[in-house]
Every structure is written in structure tokens, then in C-alpha cells.
């Protein structure tokens, strides 16, 4: 039961640089999101799905796509990398009990440094 | 504007003793509070949690208190243990909305 998973583990990147993140769940959790972790800022929401197909805002959206083309998977796609994105990037599911997710599990974390 | 704020970002304790962390929020709509626990290298973990119609939630060794008319909620470890030293992030949401999170406060507990 491996839970989230998160991949890769880490990157170094290039300015200017794409790259994909996956997270993969095998919960069969309806809701999953993407949040970074910086010094001093805590989680903030990147982006976030409320179900396959569907995708939605967080906090700080911006320089960043995400996919959710199958249930279990959520992808995060960095189309030009800054080095203000360079952060540690947690993804996590949860699960819908009647109209509420409950339940946050969260993936190791994928470090992500952009020079 | 920070709708979930830990003011505190670090705080010492010595082991057996009580560490208590605090969260302050502004957002009166918020109806349940949560505390997340994170170690180095690894993703935040779920601790604890209370529902904005409790004051009071207990589980062993943590104790979670929330006082709605101060906007303010706090987390007890009693007695704390070595294992205790990580980050503690409080995290708030409204109905079906992502959780909220705060900065985080990292406890040292010293044997």
C-alpha cells in the first residue's frame, strides 16, 4: 500500500527549463492537490482536482499547469522555470465522504531547485 | 492576507514537560481546524483535528483546544518526548474548500 507517491524525488533545473511532476494515488481518492513548501511561507495551494477531468486554483497558480487525466494521477508541469519556483512541492489526496473530503495524505515531497 | 497564522516560529521544550503551540485565524467561516505534523525529508502528517462545534478533542497524548470567540486554537502534548521535535502546521477550511495552512512552528523537545 504505497499511498502518494511522488516523482521525482529531486531536480535540478536550468531557467527557462519544462518539466513534469506526477503524483500518483492508489486510495482511489477523489480530490488531490498540489501545494509548495518555501522557508518561512509554509503550504500554499498550487492547484487542485476535485475529480478526474477537472482542475481548479489554489493560492499561487501562476507558472504552473496541472493534469488530471486519470483518477489516480495528478500531474504538475512547470512550462519555463524561474527560480522562484524553486521550493519543495508536496502533493496530497483525500477522500469525499458525502459531500466533505476528509482525510489529507500527503506524498514525500519532490525538492526542486532552479538556477 | 494570512487567513491561518503561527506566530511562534520555533519553540524549546524539555522532555516530560507540556509543549503547547498556538494558531490565531481570521476567517470566522472556517469550521474545522486541523494539525498537521512534519519530520525532515518526509510530507506532512495528520495529528489531530476538531469540528468548529467542539471546544475540546483529545487523543492521548494531544489535545487540541479551539476558542471560536478569540479566533484561536492550540495545541497541547502532554508529556512531551523526544519524538515530539518536528513541525507542527495548523490548517483550517471552510465546508468542502482546501485546508489552509499556517507557517509552521517547530518544536524542539530536549531530553
Redesign the interface.
Known amino acids: 500500500n504505497a499511498g502518494?507517491t511522488q516523482t521525482p524525488k529531486f531536480r535540478v533545473l536550468k531557467t527557462g527549463q519544462s518539466m513534469t511532476l506526477l503524483c500518483a494515488q492508489d486510495m482511489n481518492h477523489e480530490y488531490m492537490?498540489w501545494?509548495r513548501q518555501d522557508p518561512?511561507?509554509?503550504?500554499?495551494?498550487i492547484h487542485?482536482s476535485v475529480g478526474e477531468g477537472t482542475t481548479a486554483k489554489?493560492e499561487v497558480p501562476d507558472g504552473y499547469n496541472v493534469s488530471r487525466l486519470k483518477k489516480q494521477n495528478f500531474l504538475l508541469g512547470l512550462e519555463s522555470a524561474a527560480p522562484s519556483q524553486t521550493s519543495v512541492y508536496?502533493c496530497?489526496s483525500s477522500e469525499l465522504l458525502g459531500?466533505?473530503?476528509y482525510?489529507?495524505t500527503?506524498?514525500?515531497?519532490t525538492r526542486l531547485t532552479v538556477v | 492576507d494570512q487567513q491561518v497564522k503561527q506566530n511562534s516560529p520555533s519553540l524549546s521544550v524539555q522532555e516530560g514537560r507540556i509543549s503547547i503551540l498556538n494558531c490565531d485565524y481570521t476567517n470566522s467561516m472556517f469550521d474545522y481546524f486541523l494539525w498537521y505534523k512534519k519530520y525532515p525529508a518526509e510530507g506532512p502528517t495528520f495529528l489531530i483535528s476538531i469540528s468548529s462545534i467542539k471546544d475540546k478533542n483529545e487523543d492521548g497524548r494531544f489535545t487540541v483546544f479551539l476558542n471560536k470567540s478569540a479566533k484561536h486554537l492550540s495545541l497541547h502534548i502532554v508529556p512531551s518526548q523526544p519524538g515530539d521535535s518536528a513541525v507542527y502546521f495548523c490548517a483550517a477550511r471552510k465546508g468542502n474548500t482546501p485546508l489552509v495552512f499556517g507557517k509552521g512552528t517547530r518544536l524542539s523537545v530536549i531530553a
Not at chain 1, 40 to 45: D, K, P, Q, T, V
Request: no cysteine; hydrophobic share 35%.
Open positions: 502518494v492537490y501545494y518561512g511561507m509554509g503550504l500554499r495551494l487542485y489554489g508536496f496530497a459531500t466533505v473530503s482525510g489529507y500527503f506524498g514525500s515531497g
